[in-house]
C-alpha cells in the first residue's frame, strides 16, 4: 500500500511541478489544426467510398 501511495504522490508532484502544459492559445491552434486535418481525411474516404461505389455499380449492370 505504501508503494501506491508513494506513486500517486510521485505522479502529482510530477503533474504539478514538472509537467509544461500548453498555453490557451496553443490549444486553440491545435484543436483548429486537428479539425482541418479531420474534415480533409473525411472528405478523402467520402470520396473514395463514392468512387468504389460507382465502379462497383457500373460492374454489376455491365454484367447483368
Do not use: C, G, R
Not at 490557451?24 to 468504389?52: E, G, N, P, T, Y
Amino acid at each position: 500500500m505504501a508503494k501506491v501511495l508513494d506513486f500517486i504522490k510521485d505522479s502529482y508532484t510530477e503533474v504539478t511541478e514538472k509537467v509544461t502544459w500548453p498555453t490557451w492559445a496553443q490549444l486553440q491552434s491545435h484543436a483548429i489544426i486537428v479539425l482541418v486535418a479531420s474534415i480533409i481525411i473525411a472528405l478523402i474516404i467520402f470520396v473514395m467510398d463514392k468512387a468504389s461505389s460507382n465502379i462497383m455499380e457500373l460492374l454489376y449492370n455491365t454484367a447483368s
